[in-house]
Every structure is written in structure tokens, then in C-alpha cells.
């Protein structure tokens, strides 16, 4: 029913930034929350930021203050503007939807991933 795209993953220098996009398609319902998720080498996958169809917002200690999730419901795309990069956020991010079909029934989405990798 849905189909995740990702890009802007890459290489970057740490402080560096990169900007992340998310690219939905199919049955989106109003009522849904987006966001990113990361896998580091080694490590499991972790919450990185999240966004409601409300306008809410949710981010990993982590990452507050660098990272800033974006959405536009007219296009069904989120972002991710990471800012002063660190090593330690070389992971593969992972764009995850969770839409609300009815009250008891919601359906979870995945992209395929895109590494990104800080240099230091």
C-alpha cells in the first residue's frame, strides 16, 4: 500500500550537513506519523526523529539541536536537515511511516535505507 523512497545519504566531513528526504507513495492516509530511524555498524536500530500528521515532533537526545525533521503533507515527503555531523552518527537511516487505516488498525512502512558516513 505504501512505498518509502529515500535519498541524500553520503559523505560528509564531520560538521558537515546532509539533508534527508522521504518520498511516499501510495494509500497515505491523514492520519499518520513519519520519521527516521539509524542502524549503526554494530549497533541496533534506533529512533532518530518523528513527526505526526498534528505537527508534532519527537528526537533522540542525541541528535537535538543538530537535527531537525521536516515535513510536507502535500508532497508526502519528510526530511531530515542533519547539522554538525559526528562520527558517531555514520549509520544507515532508515525512513519509517506508520499510517492509521482505522481506531485498531495501522499499517508500519519502511525505506530501503541510505547509508550515511561522517568522516573525522
Known amino acids: 500500500q505504501v512505498q518509502l523512497v529515500e535519498s541524500g545519504g553520503g559523505l560528509v566531513q564531520a560538521g558537515g550537513s546532509l539533508n534527508l528526504s522521504c518520498a511516499a507513495s501510495?494509500?497515505?492516509?491523514?492520519?499518520?506519523?513519519m520519521g527516521w530511524y539509524r542502524q549503526p555498524p554494530g549497533k541496533q536500530r534506533e529512533l532518530v526523529a518523528a513527526?505526526?500528521?498534528?505537527?508534532?515532533?519527537n528526537y533522540a537526545d542525541s541528535v537535538k539541536g543538530r537535527f531537525t525533521i521536516a515535513r510536507d503533507n502535500a508532497k508526502n515527503t519528510v526530511y531530515l536537515q542533519m547539522n554538525n555531523l559526528k562520527a558517531e552518527d555514520t549509520a544507515v537511516y532508515y525512513c519509517?511511516?506508520?499510517?492509521?487505516?482505522?481506531?485498531?488498525?495501522?499499517?508500519?512502512?519502511w525505506g530501503q535505507g541510505t547509508q550515511v558516513t561522517v568522516s573525522s
Open positions: 501510495g494509500s497515505i492516509f491523514s492520519r499518520n506519523v
Open positions: 513527526s505526526t500528521s498534528r505537527g508534532n515532533s
Open positions: 519509517n511511516a506508520v499510517i492509521q487505516y482505522s481506531s485498531s488498525f495501522s499499517g508500519n512502512y
